[in-house]
């Protein structure tokens, strides 16, 4: 792009100013050496032959159409054949800049404006052909030198503003759904800033993030969740109004702007809508996927003027959505700030809580209902921090989860329970199986397998002493992996048990295919069992189908006779639950095994 050397007034001395030329729309001819260069806004003044500038300018698009004007034909907006005049810099008339066009082939003029006008209705996704086609055209009916010059030039001067306007696309929008990237939509809020004081209304932003969203890429793969994004793009571009602006975070983050919000509720109202656009599932690649999402809300002003600082908010308010269970939306407060700044207190640590050696693990024992006996045990992990004391498991398997620290966490505790059972054979006690919980991140790994066999090598433990619990989750996806993961654990002779059964998209057809030892039915039906008659046939059903099905039943959080008694009267297999024992540190484990601690039954 060339620069342009003017002055204000023409007169020599004069402080000389650098303008592009692509800002310039015509120069026209005064007298000799005189000449005027036209902006849309100003007008200034080129010391210059005339009769050179087009040579000068011509691979910028400049033309020379009348004996005293030379045109910007990348301005021009329409040509008037009757009276022979460009409109120039505006396509409504009355603000237009005119260049008379009459010394020139008027046939030229219409075939230059056809080109530029085609070009720019021209996208990367459409319109190509029909521009492709006209040039080839206009081509092939021009003899003329300079015109076929002419010609050339504009369609290069097209081709690079095509591309500039690729490059400027891609800079302000997301690669891979095509909506507006972070940092277009925080120059769209700091402008709404502006706009929002002056009119006395409110904006909001509102965050959201697909729940376990992770899982989807780590089971299926990082192609079906890119689609997935794809298609939830598309569906947020119509529900969101033109005004307003939706834009892809990162990840499967997404952020909205609503303007114009003269009440609170109107937010809560938008962000209520969200939810419905992910009733339907989503089908990729012949799954059906079903996502909800945590949704986060702040308000301008109240919760920030400041960009940074109502980004930070909504995405506090997404967390507190999230913490509650997901599918929901929350507006900021500041109480939530705490509880952010304990969030990232709690990751920082846990990260370091591994190698610091601060996990510990627990056992609950698993009893045999058929004589009461101890038949295994669940490995449950538990973080003993120096000066927090036990933390919660609810409160740092889903940071971990969240994280992908689970996978490591995971890996340890798989690990250490295979060689804790080994060494209490090693010293006397009976055969016992131990059950460790199983992630879906975790039980996705590409090793996963070889995660298991090093476990066992190491340890020494049989495999038929070591129970997986997976669960449903992990089963209804990405089918041919589970399968053949399956295959070559039962090929390794480790059990496999099926963990919160009747919790989730529960099917049938797997505990079949996938030939499990154990189906482990979910306290949260046993916890009524004895007061709830659906509960009840729930859990009777659910043993029954076990038992036709030539699998182990286990009833977890049993806690009292009461329950325990309705257990046995329909035949269950195994119980483990406060009835007999809480979770116990390693030794006191040790301690119950050798006092050989028995269930009472009657």
């Not at 002419?150 to 095509?162: D, F, G, L, M, P």
């Not at 329909?570 to 030794?587: L, N, R, T, W």
Request: overall charge negative; glycine content about 6%.
């Amino acid at each position: 792009m060339q620069k342009i050397p003017v002055t204000r007034d023409g007169k020599r001395g004069s402080e000389v100013l650098i303008i592009d030329a692509r800002d310039v729309i015509k120069i026209d001819k005064i007298r000799d050496r005189e000449i005027i260069i036209h902006t849309k806004s100003e007008q200034y003044y080129l010391d210059y032959s005339f009769d050179n500038l087009e040579e000068w300018l011509f691979e910028d698009g400049f033309r020379q159409l009348d004996t005293s004007n030379i045109v910007n034909m990348n301005h021009v907006e329409d040509y008037d054949t009757k009276r022979g005049l460009l409109y120039l810099g505006s396509d409504n008339k009355k603000l237009a800049k005119t260049a008379t066009a009459a010394r020139i082939h008027k046939e030229h003029i219409e075939n230059a404006v056809k080109l530029i006008k085609t070009a720019r209705m021209t996208t990367e996704e459409s319109g190509t052909e029909a521009y492709e086609q006209l040039f080839s055209n206009i081509i092939s009916e021009t003899n003329d030198y300079q015109l076929l010059r002419s010609y050339a030039t504009i369609r290069a001067v097209n081709e690079r503003k095509r591309a500039e306007d690729k490059i400027l696309h891609m800079a302000y929008h997301d690669a891979l759904t095509n909506l507006p990237n972070r940092l277009l939509f925080d120059e769209k809020l700091r402008a709404s800033f502006e706009d929002a004081s002056r009119n006395g209304s409110n904006l909001a932003v509102i965050f959201f993030d697909l729940d376990r969203f992770k899982v989807i890429n780590d089971t299926l793969g990082h192609h079906v969740g890119d689609l997935l994004l794809q298609k939830l793009a598309r569906k947020l571009q119509v529900y969101v109004k033109e005004k307003d602006i939706v834009a892809r975070f990162g990840g499967d983050e997404f952020i909205i702007l609503l303007t114009n919000v003269n009440h609170v509720d109107e937010a809560a109202q938008f962000a209520k809508g969200i939810p419905d656009l992910l009733k339907e599932p989503f089908i990729i690649d012949n799954h059906e996927l079903f996502v909800t999402a945590s949704i986060g809300i702040s308000l301008y002003p109240q919760d920030g003027s400041e960009v940074e600082t109502l980004l930070k908010n909504a995405d506090i308010a997404m967390y507190r959505s999230k913490e509650k269970g997901g599918n929901s939306y929350h507006y900021y407060n500041k109480d939530m700030n705490k509880r952010s700044l304990h969030r990232l207190n709690l990751e920082i640590h846990l990260r370091k809580a591994l190698e610091r050696g601060e996990f510990r693990v627990h056992y609950q024992p698993i009893v045999d209902l058929k004589n009461g006996t101890v038949f295994g045990m669940e490995s449950l992990v538990r973080w003993q921090h120096p000066e927090w004391g036990m933390v919660s498991p609810g409160e740092f398997i889903p940071l971990a989860e969240e994280t992908g620290l689970i996978v490591p966490i995971g890996n340890w505790v798989l690990r250490q329970a295979c060689i804790q059972n080994k060494r209490w054979q090693t010293k006397g006690a009976p055969p016992l199986v131990v059950s460790v919980n199983i992630s879906a991140i975790q039980f996705h790994q590409i090793n996963f397998v070889n995660v298991v066999i090093d476990a066992l090598n190491e340890s020494g433990l049989h495999p038929e002493l070591l129970c997986l619990e997976i669960t449903e989750n992990i089963a209804m996806n990405n089918m041919p992996y589970i399968l053949e993961t399956m295959h070559k654990l039962k090929l390794l002779g480790v059990r496999i048990s099926i963990d919160d059964f009747g919790t989730g998209y529960s099917s049938l057809s797997y505990l079949k295919r996938f030939r499990v030892h154990t189906l482990k039915i979910d306290q949260s039906f046993i916890r009524d069992v004895t007061s709830d008659e659906d509960n009840a046939a729930i859990v009777t059903a659910l043993i029954a189908m076990s038992h036709r099905l030539k699998i182990k039943s286990l009833a977890e959080g049993v806690e009292t006779q009461e329950q325990l008694q309705f257990l046995l009267s329909q035949g269950c297999d195994e119980i483990q639950g406060y009835v007999f024992s809480k979770p116990m540190p390693a030794d006191d484990f040790e301690y119950m095994i050798k006092e050989n601690k028995q269930l009472y039954m009657n």
